[in-house]
């Protein structure tokens, strides 16, 4: 069972998530801000994960602490959920279009953690998420989550399809990436026998 569920609370937030990689895509979120809901609804979808999210946090300030903590816990559950991520294929990539906006995603879950983050934003402001925070989520959740990810916008003017195919995207590589080779189902998929460190 590739499933994890895990807490996290601070005096900004208080974060409850639970995933199930080999789930059908069934979501109960709830962040305080509809807009991130909106996301990670996508993600859970596209992804074909089972991701419920219940986060409480101080909102009263603004949606960095709850956005940045969610992509924290969030990742964390991934990185459990995959334990020595023996027999998944790794990596993953998806070309996701969103009328005039296509990004491109591609996800290595190397256990070595990097962002390379090519978007940019029209407004700053997606209903309640201000949206210097999206990449804060993407960098919190590949941190946790154990992956080299690399985002990139390629063409793309309504801040809303930019972000939702950001999303969308992950979520197609991502689901790629944690599949289960069955030709490979017992072997990490690295020459040195583990993933993780320099190499």
């Known amino acids: 069972m590739r499933t994890a569920s895990i807490e996290r609370a601070t005096n900004e937030?208080?974060?409850?998530?639970a995933?199930?990689?080999?789930?059908?895509?069934?979501?109960?979120?709830?962040?305080g801000i509809g807009f991130l809901?909106?996301?990670?609804?996508?993600?859970?979808?596209?992804?074909?994960?089972?991701?419920?999210?219940?986060?409480?946090?101080?909102?009263?300030?603004?949606?960095?602490?709850?956005?940045?903590?969610?992509?924290?816990v969030v990742g964390q559950a991934v990185a459990q959920a995959?334990?020595?991520?023996?027999?998944?294929?790794?990596?993953g990539q998806a070309l996701t279009a969103m009328d005039e906006t296509l990004t491109r995603v591609?996800?290595?879950a190397s256990n070595r953690p990097y962002l390379i983050w090519k978007v940019a934003f029209n407004q700053p402001?997606?209903?309640?998420?201000?949206?210097?925070?999206?990449?804060?989520w993407f960098q919190a959740f590949s941190q946790n989550a154990g992956l080299t990810l690399h985002v990139?916008?390629?063409?793309?003017?309504?801040?809303?399809?930019?972000?939702?195919?950001?999303?969308?995207?992950?979520?197609?590589?991502?689901?790629?990436?944690?599949?289960?080779d069955p030709r490979k189902a017992e072997a990490v998929p690295s020459t040195k026998g583990v993933l993780g460190g320099s190499l």
């Open 13 to 17: 937030t208080q974060v409850k998530v």
């Open 19 to 31: 995933v199930d990689l080999d789930g059908s895509g069934r979501y109960d979120i709830a962040t």
């Open 37 to 72: 809901d909106h996301m990670l609804a996508q993600l859970a979808r596209h992804s074909l994960l089972d991701l419920t999210v219940k986060a409480e946090g101080d909102l009263h300030i603004d949606s960095h602490h709850t956005t940045e903590d969610v992509g924290i």
């Open 82 to 91: 995959l334990g020595e991520r023996r027999g998944i294929r790794r990596y």
């Open 106 to 108: 591609v996800v290595d």
């Open 125 to 136: 402001m997606l209903g309640a998420l201000d949206t210097e925070m999206v990449k804060e």
């Open 152 to 180: 990139e916008t390629l063409y793309g003017e309504n801040s809303h399809h930019i972000c939702e195919a950001c999303f969308k995207g992950l979520a197609r590589a991502l689901r790629e990436a944690v599949e289960i």
